[in-house]
């Protein structure tokens, strides 16, 4: 899998936007961006995927580089319950059935100021 | 709506002996995976299943082995319980869909303390 690179932790304050970075300068063109989000004491959460152009879901944006080397993932208005570590994650589309296994790297640790 | 459901939540063991940890995936599900994380340390794959075969193997060691049933719930066996196996073991479901699964949901996770 392509390896992808975080910042250990970021600190935001409460009620703004925040902007967590990922770098996948290998990326292959059959690669997918996920990004997963684990609370405190909970199971791994997704968050949302994309390919080549930006995406939006209820939860996130997704904001991906013209040539695919890095991805952001934006949170619009942050609250307390977005305190988490979040992992940028490659997948490669082409995988064989039920071998898309999800690599973390060492992801993202989000503190939210009140 | 339904989530993955892990069983039992708690679990303590002593050393040298055995856990069968259970995982009933989201209804229609039809892939299965199992992670384990450390204390500290990011959650790894040990294994999957996709309509009841091993789909693909991580670092799981020789003394954990894992299967899923008719029903698609998965258990995970673990033998020879070492103290390093103490961890939180996390099951994940999906459903291929069009190419490709994309999303996994994970249950809640199994707390496994070897004393």
């Known amino acids: 899998d392509a390896k992808t690179t975080q910042p250990n932790s970021m600190e935001s304050n409460e009620e703004e936007p925040v902007h967590l970075p990922c770098n996948h300068s290998t990326i292959s063109g059959t690669d997918y961006i996920h990004w997963y989000r684990q609370l405190p004491s909970q199971g791994p959460e997704y968050v949302i995927h994309g390919l080549t152009s930006n995406v939006n879901n209820r939860m996130a944006s997704l904001a991906i580089a013209e040539d695919r080397k890095s991805s952001t993932l934006i949170l619009h208005r942050a609250t307390l319950r977005d305190a988490a570590v979040y992992y940028c994650?490659?997948?490669?589309?082409?995988?064989?059935?039920?071998?898309?296994?999800?690599?973390f790297g060492t992801g993202t640790r989000l503190t939210i100021i009140p | 709506a339904a989530g993955v459901i892990q069983s039992p939540r708690h679990l303590i063991k002593e050393k040298r002996e055995t856990a069968t940890l259970k995982c009933y995936p989201i209804p229609r599900h039809d892939t299965v995976y199992w992670y384990q994380q450390g204390p500290g340390q990011d959650p790894q794959f040990l294994i999957s299943f996709y309509e009841k075969m091993q789909s693909d193997k991580g670092s799981i060691p020789d003394r954990f082995s894992a299967q899923q049933f008719s029903d698609y719930h998965s258990e995970l066996n673990m033998s020879s319980l070492e103290l390093g196996d103490s961890a939180l073991y996390f099951c994940a479901s999906s459903k291929w869909v069009g190419g490709s699964s994309y999303e996994q949901y994970f249950g809640p996770g199994t707390r496994l303390t070897v004393t």
């Open positions: 994650i490659l997948r490669d589309v082409g995988a064989n059935f039920g071998n898309e296994k999800l690599t």
